[in-house]
């Protein structure tokens, strides 16, 4: 089971932190904002299967090899 920690408790315990990060740089090439946040998201998940701990970017030149 699980424990939730204080953050007076999280203060004096150890820990580490991986962010996962998906961006879109190319919005403006979508039809609507869930089109051009479903893009990022595609990038978020890549970005888990590419090892997490990291940041995807879906811009022009990738874009070209997604084909959107």
Same mark, same amino acid.
């Given at each position: 089971s699980s424990k939730s920690l204080t953050v007076a408790e999280l203060l004096n315990e150890n820990f580490s932190l991986t962010v996962s990060i998906g961006v879109n740089l190319t919005p403006h090439r979508f039809?609507?904002?869930?089109?051009?946040?479903?893009?990022? @998201?595609?990038?978020?998940?890549?970005?888990?299967?590419?090892?997490? @701990?990291?940041?995807?970017?879906y811009d022009d030149k990738r874009s070209e090899s997604f084909g959107s």
């Open positions: 039809r609507n904002i869930e089109e051009a946040i479903t893009v990022a @998201d595609r990038m978020l998940y890549l970005a888990k299967t590419n090892g997490r @701990d990291r940041i995807e970017i």
